[in-house]
């Protein structure tokens, strides 16, 4: 099992530009999660999806969207980036919200 | 609310020596406590989870963590560190006792640094 795959692993952006963020479970998990990570900050919750065909917002989806493709993908898009979206970003996955998470290698991005 | 608190930025600790990384939590209800370990440019791994039962809980690596009802804690421990240990840790804590979804809040991270 290769558990939580995302893609890429490193992203530069200019000001402005748009880009999806993919992350993919294999462990057939109900539940799936993006966070951001920054220094100080600990985990910051973006989007989450409790069960396929649901998406809803966590602490700080300002300047992001989600699409729950199916019960395995779960997709980050930053429409129009801007410097403050500069950070790392993880995707998880568990079998239920009551569930322990199990988390992707991050994705790190740089907004110029 | 819910939050966790994590009141060291960095924990450092003699290789061979006992180990402990603290937290304390505040719920309306009751916690659902977990540990997370992160490795430099790695994702977060699970360790442990407390929900009910036995305040002691045993956890992989050798590491175990004690429930504290009264002081709202959830230390993190291990008995003999390694220098392998060394890493960035996660406390998280989720309310049991409220309906529908209830996300999980993380602490900001304890940095371990395990000395030769």
């Known amino acids: 099992n290769a558990g939580v795959t995302q893609t890429p692993k490193f992203q530069v952006l200019k000001t402005g530009q748009s880009m999806t963020l993919q992350c993919a479970q294999d462990m057939n998990h109900n539940s799936m999660y993006w966070y951001r990570q920054d220094p100080g900050m600990g985990l910051r919750l973006i989007y989450y999806s409790a069960s396929e065909g649901t998406t809803d917002k966590g602490e700080v989806p300002n300047g992001y969207n989600v699409s729950r493709l199916n019960k395995r993908e779960f997709s980050l898009r930053l429409e129009s980036a801007a410097p403050s979206q500069t950070s790392v970003y993880f995707c998880?996955?568990?079998?239920?919200?009551?569930?322990?998470?199990?988390f992707g290698p991050g994705t790190r991005l740089t907004v110029l | 609310a819910q939050s966790v608190a994590q009141p060291e930025d960095q924990v450092n600790v003699a290789e061979g020596n006992p180990l402990t990384v603290k937290c304390t939590y505040s719920?309306?209800?009751?916690?659902?406590l977990f540990w997370y370990v992160q490795y430099p440019n790695r994702g977060l791994q699970f360790l442990l989870k407390y929900i009910t039962g036995d305040n002691l809980v045993k956890g992989s690596y050798g590491f175990e963590a004690e429930f504290n009802k009264s002081q709202t804690s959830f230390h993190l421990k291990k008995p003999s560190a390694l220098v392998s240990d060394s890493a960035l840790y996660f406390c998280a804590v989720r309310d049991l006792s409220s309906g529908g979804y209830q996300k999980v809040t993380f602490g900001t991270g304890t940095k371990l640094q395990v000395i030769p």
């Open positions: 719920v309306s209800g009751n916690p659902y």
């Open positions: 998880a996955s568990s079998l239920s919200d009551y569930n322990e998470q199990f």
